[in-house]
């Protein structure tokens, strides 16, 4: 079983940044491709950004492509999501998930029913 923790969230005002985190609790991250998803009031959960296990593979929904940047540093155990240009239709709370994968992939998941593991969410509130 692995416990996923998000930080970093909170209220920035239009065009401002954040830097989300998510680390395991407990146990290593290597072994995992991770996704970041988001749920805004009264919307169905939707994809963001996912990265494969080794962090050399990426892919962004259109909504945030060239805003967001999604990077890992498996030796810190982290997955992070720097987000920039905000606008306040990215006013959700932010999930990040993991799914288990073999030692060589190289491949990401955007679909919620590929993740294994989900952590509890973070508010990113975007208003002046």
């Known amino acids: 079983q692995v416990q996923l923790v998000e930080s970093g969230g909170g209220l920035v005002r239009p065009g401002g940044s954040l830097r989300l985190s998510c680390a395991p609790s407990?146990?290593?991250?290597?072994?995992?491709?991770v996704g970041w998803f988001r749920q805004a009031p009264g919307k169905e959960r939707e994809f963001v950004a996912a990265?494969?296990?080794?962090?050399?593979?990426?892919f962004y929904a259109d909504s945030v492509k060239g805003r967001f940047i999604i990077s890992r540093d498996n030796a810190m155990n982290t997955v992070y999501l720097q987000m920039t240009s905000l606008k306040p239709e990215d006013t959700a709370v932010y999930f990040c998930?993991?799914?288990?994968?073999?030692?060589?992939?190289?491949?990401?998941?955007?679909?919620?029913?590929?993740?294994?593991?989900w952590g509890q969410g973070t508010q990113v509130t975007v208003s002046s």
């Open positions: 998930a993991a799914k288990g994968v073999m030692y060589f992939s190289n491949d990401y998941y955007y679909r919620e029913n590929e993740y294994e593991y």
């Open positions: 407990g146990r290593g991250f290597s072994g995992y491709a």
């Open positions: 990265v494969s296990r080794g962090g050399l593979s990426t």
